[in-house]
């Protein structure tokens, strides 16, 4: 029987050709006009933070001239060539508003202009989908620019200029290490400690150790993560980062992602990038952290990441069964007998990386459906 998937990025398209592997039938369905929307769309300089070899989608590795670190045009090159390689052609403008299971079983799936029917839908539109934009005290105040960070291309238009990085996830350190790049003076808030793992460790990177670590008991995982931590980055509570009450590992089985350090802990040591608290409020033309510095700033980033957005297109009887207290699924899938045939891929961020969990629970997905199908693979 037919599968919908949901989303023309990198977990909708793995899932596509894990089933065309299979030459099982499936229909991609992507809201915008474009595979890979959003690796179109970021800031210029992001990379892969994971090695090639174990950033590939199922049964196409990468090109053998890509670097070990893969750009983001790279990834969307990559992308394409992927669906072709799989026959995927995503149906495009295709934006879902809403999934349904009618009386006979069968999943509805509309969209703005359309209506879909198969046996399963798999759900894949991207752990990042939805830009995260708090209020903040005063905000409208300010004078400045105030951006997301998914408006942000590249530091050219900052030059000379103060800017605060609101948060330090991965996209707030890279973004504050490219306008440090193109001449401006990059601030970050920090509101809680930070989890910090460098790329490389020892001139080597640090994703394979994950890898191998996630194959031990979690507490032991846990203690060598630390272990190699303190070790690699050490003590950071006296640059304004705190000290993590857990080692990365276990912060991130609990949805809080460790920062992949490229460069810039080196700088924010060298007093290149500076580290402030949270912030209290937002004037014209200063800010007032918490521990009552004010300073003045020409413009704000927003790096406070993304929601999934999933509950904008499924129904709230739904989502109260499926979503953890974060709005992300909590499961591949659930055996309710009202929710089977419904799949979810792309919704954890595990410290062995994102597109390498990819490729397992596409492969855990596409077996069960082949198990629960009568068409034969």
Do not use: C
């Amino acid at each position: 029987m037919h599968t919908i998937i949901i989303g023309a990025g990198p977990a909708g398209l793995a899932m596509a050709g894990q089933l065309a592997h299979l030459n099982q039938p499936f229909t991609v369905l992507e809201a915008s006009e474009y595979i890979g929307f959003s690796w179109r769309n970021h800031y210029d300089r992001l990379h892969l933070h994971t090695v090639k070899e174990h950033s590939a989608l199922p049964h196409l590795p990468y090109p053998a001239n890509y670097p070990t670190y893969v750009s983001r045009l790279q990834v969307v090159e990559y992308l394409e060539r992927y669906a072709e390689r799989f026959k995927i052609r995503p149906l495009f403008n295709q934006k879902v508003t809403k999934i349904h299971r009618d009386q006979d079983g069968m999943w509805q799936v509309k969209t703005e202009t359309d209506k879909f029917t198969a046996e399963r839908v798999v759900v894949a539109t991207g752990y990042n989908q939805i830009p995260n934009v708090p209020e903040l005290p005063g905000q409208r105040d300010f004078r400045g620019i105030i951006w997301h960070s998914y408006e942000y291309r590249n530091g050219a238009p900052f030059r000379d200029e103060h800017v605060l990085i609101v948060g330090m996830g991965n996209t707030g350190a890279e973004l504050a290490l490219d306008l440090l790049e193109h001449g401006a003076k990059p601030f970050i808030s920090v509101r809680r400690p930070i989890n910090i793992i460098r790329r490389d460790v020892f001139g080597r990177p640090a994703q394979p150790i994950a890898i191998f670590l996630s194959k031990f008991p979690r507490w032991f995982a846990d203690f060598l993560a630390g272990l190699a931590q303190k070790i690699n980055v050490g003590d950071v509570s006296a640059y304004g980062l705190g000290k993590p009450a857990h080692p990365p590992s276990y912060d991130t089985r609990r949805g809080i992602i460790p920062v992949i350090d490229i460069g810039t802990l080196d700088q924010i040591k060298a007093g290149n990038i500076t580290v402030v608290p949270g912030i209290e409020r937002i004037n014209a033309k200063t800010v007032t952290f918490s521990d009552n510095r004010e300073l003045p700033f020409d413009a704000i980033i927003l790096a406070t990441g993304y929601r999934p957005g999933v509950t904008a297109f499924l129904d709230t009887t739904i989502t109260a069964q499926i979503l953890n207290d974060r709005g992300y699924p909590k499961q591949l899938w659930f055996n309710d007998k009202d929710l089977q045939g419904l799949y979810f891929l792309g919704y954890t961020t595990p410290l062995t990386g994102v597109i390498y969990n990819l490729n397992i629970d596409s492969d855990r997905i596409v077996k069960h459906i082949v198990e629960n199908n009568s068409v034969p693979a």
